[in-house]
Nanobody
Framework: QVQLVESGGGLVQPGGSLRLSCDFSGDIFSINVMGWYRQAPGKQRELVAG???????NYADFVKGRFTISRDNVKNTVYLQMNSLKPEDTAVYYC?????????WGQGTQVTVSS
């Protein structure tokens, strides 16, 4: 079992920044990949960024150069630093842990980009 808790969402103006945090616990050694997904109203959930324990990362094209994913294996936390936010970034952001058995999801945190 893996437990995930997201935090850091909120309301921000276009061009602003937010840092999301995902605290993970449980059978953490079973985790192969961690990532951030997002889902906007009326749209499918989509991958934002992923990271493995060794540090390799991948990003969706629409956030590349603006967002940065990182993982702190001491604190057991994954971060998503979001800069230059746009209104189209508005969504519920979910933390994900991929194991050999199944996916685990956090409860989600709302990010709203609006003036």
């Amino acid at each position: 079992q893996v437990q995930l808790v997201e935090s850091g969402g909120g309301l921000v103006q276009p061009g602003g920044s937010l840092r999301l945090s995902c605290d993970f616990s449980g059978d953490i050694f079973s985790i192969n990949v961690m990532g951030w997904y997002r889902q906007a109203p009326g749209k499918q959930r989509e991958l934002v960024a992923g990271i493995i324990s060794g540090g390799s990362t991948n990003y969706a094209d629409f956030v590349k150069g603006r967002f940065t994913i990182s993982r702190d294996n001491v604190k057991n936390t994954v971060y998503l630093q979001m800069n230059s936010l746009k209104p189209e970034d508005t969504a519920v952001y979910y933390c994900n842990a991929d194991t050999d058995e199944q996916y685990y999801w956090g409860q989600g945190t709302q990010v709203t980009v609006s003036s």
